[in-house]
């Protein structure tokens, strides 16, 4: 790892103005359809989440920075037990695998590993509900590994479709 400094150019919502930050960069994570760069902020000497499309410039310091922050996974599990995301993980079929395309990356997307037959897909959401209507997208190519409150959730939404389908 480089461990170089970053500078960006961020446009805060909030405030409707661009500030300049240098940060320290951790990784980067997709979740509710947006991405997000997680990384130190100097001029706030916190951990910070930018979104990616309110960057307006970014530039790789020649700088490089000293300190271990925490590896993204640590940093996405301490966020998830504070702002009451879910994980969830589920096994997609490997023929069915390539008709997800970039979808996944909506879904608050974090890792994936290849089995024989099967891709094992990590998500971070905070809506469940919505969650499971993008699952019923993959049909019988795709199992629930946890939550159970989740395998829940879509056994109720195949309820309210057979409902309709009668």
């Known amino acids: 790892m480089h461990k170089k400094v ?26 509710q359809s947006y991405w ?25 310091q020649s700088e490089r920075f000293d300190k271990q922050h925490p590896k993204l996974q640590d940093f996405l599990k301490r966020t998830q037990d ?21 979808q996944h990356y909506y879904m608050g997307f974090l ?21 499971a209507h993008w699952f019923l997208y993959l049909g019988s190519a795709a199992d629930i590994i946890a939550p159970a409150s989740l395998k829940k959730e879509v056994g109720t939404l195949l309820k309210k479709i057979s409902q309709r389908m009668s």
């Not at 702002?83 to 069915?96: F, G, H, N, Y």
């Open 36 to 60: 997000y760069l997680i990384a130190w902020c100097r001029l706030r000497a916190d951990y910070r989440n930018f979104r990616i499309d309110k960057m307006t410039e970014l530039s790789i």
């Open 82 to 102: 504070q702002e009451a995301l879910t994980k969830i993980v589920i096994m997609v079929d490997k023929a069915a695998f390539k008709y997800i395309g970039d």
């Open 6 to 31: 970053i500078s960006i150019e961020y446009f805060t919502g909030s405030r409707f103005e661009t500030n300049k930050r240098d940060i320290e960069p951790i990784g980067i994570f997709s979740a």
């Open 111 to 131: 890792s994936q590993k290849e089995f024989e037959e099967q891709v094992e897909m990590t998500f971070l959401s905070s809506n469940l509900t919505g969650f």
